[in-house]
Nanobody
C-alpha cells in the first residue's frame, strides 16, 4: 500500500555533494523509522542513516560528519545530504521505511538510486 520513490542520485567527483530524496505515498500510515541503505557490487546492503520518531538519528560510522539525514513530515519525504563524497560511497542507495498502516507493521523499500563518485 505504501510506495517509496527515491531521486537525486548521479555522478559526482570526489569531494562533491549530492542530496537524495525519498517520498512515501499511500493510504494513511505512520512512519516509525525511515532512512537509507546502500549496496555496492559484491557487498551486503548496509544501513547508512536512519531517522526515527522524535528525530532521533543514527549514522554509519563511515558517513558520520559527512552525511545528514532530515525529514519533512508535511511532504512525507526524507532527505540525505551527502557532502565530501568519497569513491567508497559509490553504491545503489535504497530508501527504507518501517511503517504502520491499519495496525500492520511492515518494512518498505524503494527501487534504489545509483550514486557514483569518481576518484
Amino acid at each position: 500500500q505504501v510506495q517509496l520513490v527515491e531521486s537525486g542520485g548521479g555522478l559526482v567527483q570526489a569531494g562533491g555533494s549530492l542530496r537524495l530524496s525519498c517520498a512515501a505515498s499511500g493510504s494513511t500510515f505512520s512512519i516509525n523509522a525511515i532512512g537509507w541503505y546502500r549496496q555496492a557490487p559484491g557487498k551486503l546492503r548496509d544501513s547508512v542513516a536512519i531517522i526515527k520518531r522524535g528525530n532521533i538519528t543514527k549514522y554509519a560510522d563511515s558517513v558520520k560528519g559527512r552525511f545528514t539525514i532530515s525529514r519533512d513530515n508535511a511532504k512525507n519525504t526524507v532527505y540525505l545530504q551527502m557532502n565530501s563524497l568519497k569513491f567508497e560511497d559509490t553504491a545503489v542507495y535504497y530508501c527504507y521505511a518501517d511503517i504502520t498502516q491499519t495496525f500492520r507493521r511492515d518494512d518498505y523499500w524503494g527501487q534504489g538510486t545509483q550514486v557514483t563518485v569518481s576518484s
